[in-house]
Structures are given as structure tokens and as C-alpha cells.
């Protein structure tokens, strides 16, 4: 298996959980990693956005990654997030970080200073130029206020084969997706980013997902995924439709705000996260609890 074929799937943007004083719930990420493995999930991204990772210390995020992948004990790859906007920065963070196990970086573009697309370019290339991993670049231009444009991916594509092995697109832009998937290098992996429109990107030619809902509703995620890869559509439309109610949910007052209110009401963790994130209003906790009982009953 190539290291591309690794994180060809479903992986999954774990979250962080914490007990009711605020602490990282190890128990509770322990059982969590175990069932998105037993349920199918592929890969397990740590770190990322949906970990709240901004708030965690840097002896908490040692912790995290030691949790997972002890947990996992080699069963799936494990995919670290690895970013930020300071290229030197992030350059001394892989320095220091003990990758032995883990399969690859996930690493997002630079957020807040609005690089061009050459200074995007630059980025990247100084940290696939010293990185022993595979990356995958994350391009999500509502949180970082910036796009990789389709032409800067295809670049490090053809520049970096081998190191940058793939982006999560999560621009919402089909144009730019198209253009990417019909001029990419061959094994140069496109995933969504975007739980709403996974299906769609894998039928246009895309690779599978990073996933949010796949943290509450992993077996049925991976189901859809693989028979959207599998080319069974009926099928992945089937359970694309039954998660969708739920995946405009849990976004609708930020994430992690909405899936983790869903996992808190399948008994999974506590409904607890950082500042300045704050749960879910009541009224949003209900529509969530209300399409959980519906998603129960059809096997979720």
C-alpha cells in the first residue's frame, strides 16, 4: 500500500474531550478512538481544527498525539495536524514533534496574514522540503481568509510529488475543485473537507473525506463514503440523505459546538469545551437530539 492509499477514505478530524472542569477527558478519547477504528473509519486525523487545538497546552496536544496512537496501536494511519502562519514556526514544530508514528501531516494553509499565492507557495515548499512525512495541504478559505487558488495546488502537486501527497479542499468551490481533479498529478489525493459535500466531490473524482460528523456517526459516514468510492451511488445518496439533516446541524453554531452536542446526547462525552467556544444554544441542542433519535432508528 502506497502512502496515498493510506488516506484514501474516511478519516476523521477527532475531537478533544474534556471532563466537566475543563481537563482533557483521556478515558473518553481512549473509547473514542477505538470506535471510529471498530466502525470503519480509515484514518484518524488529531489535532485539527475540531480538536479545539488552539486552546491546548503544549504538553496537552504531547499528550493527545501519545493517546491516539497508543490507542491505535497501528490498526489505521494516523494524520497529525501541523500548521499555522508562521512558517518558521511550523518548521521548528515538525522539528521537534516525535513523528516515528504517525503516516502523515495535515498541514493548513496560513490564516490570518493573507500570504499571495506565491508566499502560500513558498510556505509549503519550505516545509516539504524538510518534512519525512507526507502532507497534505487544508485549504479552507473561511477560516484562514485566504484560497489556494487550483493553480497553486497543481504546483506543489507537480513540484513536491511524493511529499505533498493531496489537499482537503474545503473552499465550497466546485469550479476550482473540478480544475484541480482534472489537471492533478496521477495519485495526488483531493478530499473533502466538508461534510455537505463529500458525496458530490467523490462522484466529480475526489478520494474520500476528512470528516467532522464521522466523530457521532461513524459507520454510517464510512458506509457512505466507500460505496460513493465504490461507484454504488443509490446506496451512498441513500445514507448521504439521512446524514444531511444532521450535518447542516452541527454547524450551525460553530464547530465543535454541534457534534459534540451530539455525542453528548449518544452518552459518548460531556458537552464541554473551551473558551471562547461555548456549547450549543438549547434550541440547537434539541434539533440536534431530535435528528439523533430519527438517525438512531434508521441504524446509525
Known sequence: MTETDLFRGTGVAMITPF???????????IMHAN????????YLVVLGTTAETPTLS???????????IETC???????????????KAVIESIKSTDTREIQGLLSVSPYYNKPSQEGIYQHYSAIASLSDLPIMLYNVPGRTASNISAETTLRLASDFGGTIIGVKEASGNFEQVMEILHKRPEGFLVVSGDDAITLPMIAAGGDGAISVIGNAYPAMTSLMVA?????????????????FPMMRAIFKEGNPAGVKAAMDIRGWIDNVLRLPLIPVTSSLYQEIAGLDSQLQQEGA
Open 35 to 42: 470506535r471510529l477504528i471498530d466502525q470503519g473509519i480509515g
Open 73 to 87: 496501536g497501528g490498526r489505521v494511519p494516523v494524520m497529525l495536524g501541523l500548521g499555522g502562519n508562521d512558517t
Open 58 to 68: 503544549s504538553s496537552e496536544k504531547k499528550d493527545v498525539i501519545r493517546c491516539v
Open 227 to 243: 460505496a460513493a468510492l465504490d461507484g454504488v451511488y443509490l446506496k451512498a445518496r441513500e445514507l448521504h440523505y439521512m446524514l
Open 19 to 29: 471532563l466537566k472542569d475543563g481537563k482533557i477527558d483521556f478515558d473518553r478519547l
